[in-house]
């Protein structure tokens, strides 16, 4: 069973990857300041932190020959942290209180910049062995 962000959050991102899609064709893309606006009523100062952060290209995605892959963030910080999009998880402190604990928030910034760094066709890719990529997830923080 596949983990799902809430349908409005969804539905944002698909309109969102179909506006910068359809904008493609003509000039660079773009995503529309409608869109813009509800990112921010829904994610509040998170979505302006992670759009900085897709804007600064921090996003990476980091995938092995078994097709396994995980995300790695920059912080604004200069700490990178590890987001899997599969189950919406991050490893930054901000996701385990304000997300986890506290339930007051439904992403973290770099979460939330991850997602968008897919819509927006902004992330950077690298591939690394099966081993690297069981060594960068057994990092300790």
Do not use: N, W
């Not at 990178?80 to 930054?92: E, M, N, V």
């Amino acid at each position: 069973m596949a983990v799902v962000l809430p349908e409005v959050v969804e539905e944002l991102l698909s309109e969102m990857a179909a506006a910068v899609r359809e904008s493609a064709r003509s000039t660079e893309p773009q995503v529309p300041d409608e869109h813009l606006l509800s990112l921010k009523f829904i994610f509040g100062s998170s979505a302006i932190q992670a759009l900085d952060l897709v804007d600064r290209q921090s996003v990476t995605l980091i995938s092995s020959p078994s097709g396994r892959c995980v995300y790695q963030v920059l912080g604004s910080s200069g700490k990178t942290y590890t987001c899997l999009a599969s189950c919406h998880y991050c490893s930054c402190p901000a996701f385990a209180f304000s997300v986890l604990r506290k339930s007051d928030s439904l992403l973290c910034k770099h979460l939330l910049a991850v997602y968008l760094s897919q819509v927006m066709r902004t992330c950077q890719q690298v591939s690394v062995s099966d081993k690297q990529l069981t060594d960068i997830l057994m990092e300790k923080k």
